[in-house]
Structures are given as structure tokens and as C-alpha cells.
């Protein structure tokens, strides 16, 4: 496995911690439609996991799939940050050429094979995404992340027996933020530990805090390396929180301040930028010149680009839609690759 610049992994989070940031003001000035779910203060998971799945494979070689909170999981599977927010614009350059949204970012051209939102729905999809890797035989693995609101699914143990049955190849990711929608998660779930849930459909599972970054790497490693040898699959707890509400529409009235404050004091970002800075390789000038460029490559690229792309026509609604006019950014990637 090749070594870890964990410089580049901070900057990536501030990146993401900005990327959801400006979403979020762009829906305020009304140039996001729809629906908008933020991942602010899970950083440390997708970009974790992914990193470590990517580590020996590289960008794009495994499947990745997740829910409706999915703009980080695109972009650090490999999808174009600017496609992206194109995206949540609505706009032709988005990843979903402006008709899926926040909640429907798609991107086969790197393998990450979309956020949904229903919950639930990933499950069955990752299953087959994982049966085919397979198939195929050439070391592939799907990465599906879930959150714990999800876990009481019909898809859920379904899903999980069929996995395990079958010995896929496919690695579960848990992001249990503590709540589904506004119910904690002591209020909807028997099982408080999603992990020990696995137990039932005989599933090496384990449960790890999610705000530190190098914890969630060392933890998605050796979960990966089960994946990966052929001997089934694997499900990841992580402990995070997220510092927005659960959507736009979510004044987050049911937690107490004291718990988000709790919670703020263990910033993944914060965390890494910490040790850096202790271990000597990185300085605080260093940093804050690191958020500022973030913050200027955003706001004068990313943010430029999405707000400068052209409307969908009214013409081309149903393109893209059926089988004979496909959209060809998505078939050329993955011809010839094993599908």
C-alpha cells in the first residue's frame, strides 16, 4: 500500500466541509432546487473509507454506492467536484446532466453508481453490484454506505442474508450519526450497537468512532482486506454526527445544544489538523492558507462553473432516459473494463 499524505487528506475534508458549506448558501439564494442533505462533520468516513479502498486499486476500480447524503462520497470516489455542484444547480454539466439533483448524484465513469433516496434502497443494489464483481473474478468490491436510519429496512436483512449466504464481496459502511431524520436512534431500534445486528446472518462486523480519520483508516484496511480475500463480507460501524439538520427544512429542534457542542469539539478536521500541527508537519499559517485556497477554488471555479453551465432544454426531458439514447460520458469508461 502506498503511503499516506495525510496533508492532502486534511485538505481534502476542508474541501468537503466548504463544497457542503457553499451548498448550503446557494440553497439559500435559491439556485438549489429541491432537496438538500449536507455531510458536514462526517467527513472522516467517506474520505477514509475510500482512501483505504482506493489505496491499492485506485480511483475507480471498485463500485461505490450510498443514500441520498452523497456529494462527498461522489466526489472522493472520483467524480468531478464541478459536475457536482452542477448538479445541485440543475444544470446540462451536472453529473446527471441537472435531472437527478442533490439526492441522485451519479457517476459510472469512476464506478460510484449513485446516491438514492429511498431509504433502503442501496442494499439490494450493492448485493448485485457486489455479485457481479463475482462473477467477473478480477478483484473488484462494492462499497455501500448506509446510515444507521436505514438499518430497519426490509432491504436491510434481506440483504444481509443474501450477502452472507453468498459469501459477496461487498463492504458495508455504517455511518450512525444517531438520528433518522429527527428519532434518535434509542427511540426506533432495539439494537443500539448496529453492529452486533450482524451477528444474526453470520457477518464479521465491528464498531469504531468515526471523527478521527486514522481510526476510521486502519479500521476500513483490515475490512477491506476480508473483502477482498474472498471470504465474504464485512460491516463497519462509525460513530459520527452531523452539524447540520437533516435537511434544509430541519431546525434540528430535537437535539440539545450541549450535545452539538459535544460533538463540535470533535471535528474531524480539527482532530487532523491538530496532530499535524503537534507532529510538526504542518503549521497554523500552513492551515489557514490551506482553508483560504480551498475557499478561493470554490467559490471562483466550482461555484463559477455551476452558476455559468446551461438549463437542460425542454426539448431533451426524456433524454438520456432509455436504452438507445444513452448518455456517452457514461458507456466509453466502462467498456472493455469489465462492466
Same mark, same amino acid.
Given at each position: ?14 474541501? #468537503? +466541509?466548504? #463544497?457542503?458549506?457553499? /451548498?448550503?448558501?446557494? @440553497? ?6 429541491? #432537496? =438538500? ?15 483505504? %479502498? *482506493?489505496?491499492? +486499486?485506485? !480511483? ?7 443514500? @441520498? ?7 472522493? &470516489? ?7 455542484? &452542477?448538479? =445541485? ?22 464506478? $460510484?453508481?449513485?446516491? @438514492?433516496a429511498l431509504v433502503g434502497q442501496p442494499f439490494p443494489l450493492a448485493a448485485g453490484l457486489a455479485l457481479a464483481c463475482k462473477h467477473q473474478k478480477e478483484g473488484r468490491i462494492a462499497v455501500c454506505f448506509l446510515g444507521d436510519g436505514a438499518n430497519n429496512q426490509g432491504t436491510f436483512h434481506e440483504t444481509m442474508n443474501m450477502a452472507s449466504l453468498w459469501k459477496l464481496p461487498v463492504l458495508f459502511v455504517c455511518e450512525n450519526n444517531c438520528y433518522a431524520i429527527g428519532t434518535a436512534i434509542q427511540r426506533s431500534t432495539a439494537v443500539i450497537d448496529q453492529y452486533k445486528r450482524l451477528e444474526a446472518y453470520?457477518?464479521?462486523? /465491528? ?26 463480507? @464485512? ?8 452539524? +447540520? ?41 500552513? $492551515? ?5 485556497? !480551498? *475557499? ?8 463559477? $462553473? ?7 432544454? %425542454? ?5 438520456? !432516459? ?11 469508461? =466502462? ?5
Amino acid at each position: 500500500m502506498r503511503k499516506i499524505d495525510r496533508k492532502r487528506l486534511l485538505r481534502e475534508m476542508v474541501f #468537503f +466541509r466548504r #463544497f457542503e458549506d457553499r /451548498s448550503f448558501e446557494a @440553497y439559500m439564494e435559491r439556485k438549489v432546487g429541491g #432537496f =438538500l442533505h449536507l455531510y458536514s462533520g462526517q467527513e472522516a468516513v467517506a474520505t477514509g473509507v475510500l482512501e483505504m %479502498v *482506493q489505496a491499492d +486499486r485506485g !480511483v475507480g476500480f471498485d463500485y461505490a454506492i450510498t443514500g @441520498y447524503r452523497d456529494h462527498i462520497h461522489a466526489i472522493k &470516489a472520483g467524480a468531478p467536484a464541478r459536475e457536482v455542484m &452542477a448538479e =445541485l444547480y440543475g444544470k446540462e454539466t451536472g453529473s446527471s446532466r441537472g435531472r437527478g439533483g442533490s439526492m441522485h448524484i451519479f457517476d459510472p465513469s469512476v464506478r $460510484f453508481m449513485g446516491g @438514492y433516496a429511498l431509504v433502503g434502497q442501496p442494499f439490494p443494489l450493492a448485493a448485485g453490484l457486489a455479485l457481479a464483481c463475482k462473477h467477473q473474478k478480477e478483484g473488484r468490491i462494492a462499497v455501500c454506505f448506509l446510515g444507521d436510519g436505514a438499518n430497519n429496512q426490509g432491504t436491510f436483512h434481506e440483504t444481509m442474508n443474501m450477502a452472507s449466504l453468498w459469501k459477496l464481496p461487498v463492504l458495508f459502511v455504517c455511518e450512525n450519526n444517531c438520528y433518522a431524520i429527527g428519532t434518535a436512534i434509542q427511540r426506533s431500534t432495539a439494537v443500539i450497537d448496529q453492529y452486533k445486528r450482524l451477528e444474526a446472518y453470520n457477518i464479521p462486523a /465491528s464498531q469504531h468512532p468515526g471523527q478521527d480519520i486514522e481510526v476510521v483508516m486502519e479500521a476500513a484496511q483490515s475490512a477491506i482486506a476480508h473483502v477482498r480475500s474472498g471470504a465474504g463480507p @464485512y460491516f463497519l460501524e462509525f460513530l459520527t454526527y452531523r452539524y +447540520r439538520g437533516h435537511s434544509m427544512s430541519d431546525a434540528g429542534a430535537y437535539r440539545s445544544k450541549e450535545e452539538v457542542a459535544e460533538w463540535m469539539q470533535r471535528d474531524p478536521i480539527q482532530i487532523l489538523a491538530k496532530r499535524l500541527i503537534e507532529a510538526g508537519e504542518l503549521t497554523e499559517e500552513e $492551515f489557514k492558507a490551506m482553508e483560504q485556497a !480551498v *475557499q478561493n477554488e470554490i467559490d471562483n471555479d466550482i461555484i463559477q $462553473f455551476a452558476e455559468e453551465s446551461p438549463e437542460p432544454k %425542454v426539448a431533451d426531458l426524456a433524454k438520456y !432516459v432509455l436504452e438507445d439514447n444513452p448518455d456517452p460520458r457514461w458507456i466509453g469508461p =466502462l467498456q472493455g473494463q469489465g462492466g
